[in-house]
């Protein structure tokens, strides 16, 4: 016999299984669910699925704001674009010591719910992941890879003054000339700057640094990366080349 008829075959024999032992079955072929309501009429139906390929390649975006985020599934079809909210959440502040942090954890919590929601819908396949969030906020990774603190918020005042403190080591036009980002207090460098003129120990022993959807992708793979979109609000990105510029960072202490 064919591979085709083999896997009609195959379905047949799993399909009279589920029937007499009324239970569900799910595979990375097939899935089948019986219903007994209508026992006496039409005593048990399949829903088969993926068998013929037509399960639905989504991808899987997370929106986070600063003030809550959400997961969506999105599909092309010969309709257009589909979406669909699988979950939203509150982002909630902390405030500890008079400084504000963003609960890296628990955003990474409602991400897993998210994915746990989509795997549980029987026609979705994910294709791709992609993280979006507000720029410019970062988290030091340490040697052994863990997170080493929780992050500031670019809310925190800890920024305050960083950038006229900056500017006494480089001009504010020169500084604008190598970014073209406009100038605010919160940006990564002038973060970085703070941090260090503060002593911060997680930026001493750190290993590396990922801004937050990079560091949401690194707890979610394992995979350290720089997207260079998120990369473009930090106030250290040479635009032309597209690559970190090292005198800033170094003059910011790093």
């Known amino acids: ?27 990375n072929i097939f899935s089948i669910k019986t219903n007994t309501e209508y026992r006496g009429v039409i005593p ?7 068998l013929f390929n037509i399960m639905k390649h989504c991808f899987f975006a997370v929106d986070l704001g600063a003030t809550s985020g959400r997961t969506i599934l999105g599909a092309f079809t010969p309709q257009g674009l589909e979406l669909q909210d699988v979950n939203r959440f509150p982002n909630h502040l902390i405030e500890v010591g008079g400084h504000y942090y963003w609960d890296i954890y628990e955003l990474y919590r409602h991400i897993l719910e998210g994915l746990k929601l989509a795997a549980r819908m029987d026609d979705v396949q994910i294709t791709s992941i992609g993280i979006d ?9 340490g040697k052994e890879g863990g997170l080493l603190r929780q992050p500031y918020s670019y809310r925190d005042p800890h920024t305050m003054g960083a950038p006229e403190a900056f500017f006494a080591r480089v001009p504010r036009k020169q500084v604008y000339g190598w970014t073209g980002i406009q100038i605010m207090n919160f940006n990564s460098l002038f973060q970085l700057r703070a941090a260090r003129g503060e002593g911060m120990s997680a930026l001493e022993n750190a290993a590396s640094v990922l801004f937050m959807p ?12 720089c997207e260079y979109t998120i990369l473009s609000t930090s106030q250290f990105m040479e635009p032309r080349t597209r690559e970190i510029d090292g005198a800033l960072l170094r003059e910011a202490g790093v």
């Open 133 to 141: 969030t507000w720029g410019v906020d970062f988290v030091c990774v």
């Open 214 to 225: 990079d560091a949401l992708s690194y707890l979610l793979t394992g995979e350290k990366v």
């Open 44 to 50: 048990y139906f399949c829903i088969v699925k993926n």
């Open 1 to 27: 016999p064919t591979r085709r008829s083999s896997d009609l075959y195959y379905l047949l024999s799993v399909c009279i299984y589920s029937i007499l032992c009324g239970k569900n079955i799910r595979n």
